[in-house]
Structure formats: C-alpha cells, structure tokens
C-alpha cells in the first residue's frame, strides 16, 4: 500500500470533508453496508447505462489489486450492478472495495463476505450484459468528478474523493484538521465550565 494512502486510512472522512470545504463528498445516499468498513485507495472507475454490468465485470479483471472499484451506475435502484459471486471475484482479486452509485444484490451474501461495499442499497434485479459501457475514464459518481488513479476514503459517514493533483496538500490539511479536532475534544470533554467557555466563545462570533 502506498503511503499516502495508509495514511488517508487512519483518517476520518469528516476532516478529509472539512479539508475541502466538503465540495468532494458523495451523496449522503451512498453509505456502507457495515458500519465498520473503512477503504482507501486509488480509484479505478467504471461508467456503465442503467441495467447494465459487464464492464464491472472487465474493471475486475483490470484493476490492480488494493484498487476501489467507483461505478457511476446513473443513482439506478432498480437493476443490481453486481450480486455476492461477483463481488466475490473482486474480493478474490484484490480489490480494495466497490463504491456505486446505484445498487448490489444478495446482501446477506456480500455481508458475508465482509468485503466493503459502499452504495445506495439493494434489490433484486440483476443487470444484463450489453456491453456499451467504459472503465478507467472520468465519471461522476454521487455527484462528484471522479477520475482514475484519485483517492478513495469511505468509513461510517460516507465517501470522500481527493483529486490526484491535490492530494499531498489535502493530506497535510485533513491532518491538521484532525489534530485541531483531537486537543479541542481533549480540551473539554467532561468539563462543564470548559464547555461553556466554548459555546460562549462559539456564540459571541
């Protein structure tokens, strides 16, 4: 795993968020099946029409391991883009985790697998397989551009993407944020006069 993004992992989404004045977030729709999955990683993108999944199938095979698969499915709850034997392969493979716009299938399954997926519920009908969709392209997915090779980071509270042209900049801010958020927790936690000092200062601005 590259550095960087080790180091995006052990941070939450909300300061990477807060890092970008949260112009980079995904549709609060679009959230994990366990509350414990956490991603991060390069994103390898996939374009696919509504009700259609064999382009999943090929950014499956393509992908470098430790990738997130990030699938503009056009916010689709109908058809599935994949079920558990699909996400299972991507498992098997790999990859990081999937996050779609749109919908999975066979959710006891893919709970099982405890591979993590994030998107924005599931169904029962499954895609076909036309054949006219694309991978490794720029897309947009939970209303954010998201190109091949940006950073994925997804945990309880959503997805975030950070623009390969900004990333060490967001690193060092979403750091700081965070730091900020740590001795400001510290600073008042169980201490009633501290946090009414807080909201006083919070409340005169």
Known sequence: MEKIINDFLGIPTTCISDAMDGLNTLHPAIQPLKENYKIA????????????????????????????????????????????????????????????????RDIVGVKALNFPVFSRGTTVAASGKAGVGQVNVPISCGGVPVNPGDIIVGDAD?????????????????????????LREASISGKPDAVRKHLDQLLSK
């Open 41 to 104: 990683g390069r994103a390898y993108t996939v374009k696919v029409p509504i009700g259609e999944n064999l382009s999943v199938l090929k950014a499956i095979r393509e992908a470098n391991p430790g990738d997130i698969l990030v699938v503009d499915a056009k916010g689709d709850q109908y058809r599935a883009i994949a079920g558990d034997f699909v996400i299972g392969m991507a498992q098997s493979l790999g990859i990081g985790g999937l996050v779609v716009d749109g919908v999975i």
């Open 158 to 182: 959503g997805v975030v993407v950070i623009p390969r042209a900004m990333e060490q900049r967001i690193l060092a801010s979403s750091i700081e944020k965070m730091k900020k958020d740590e």
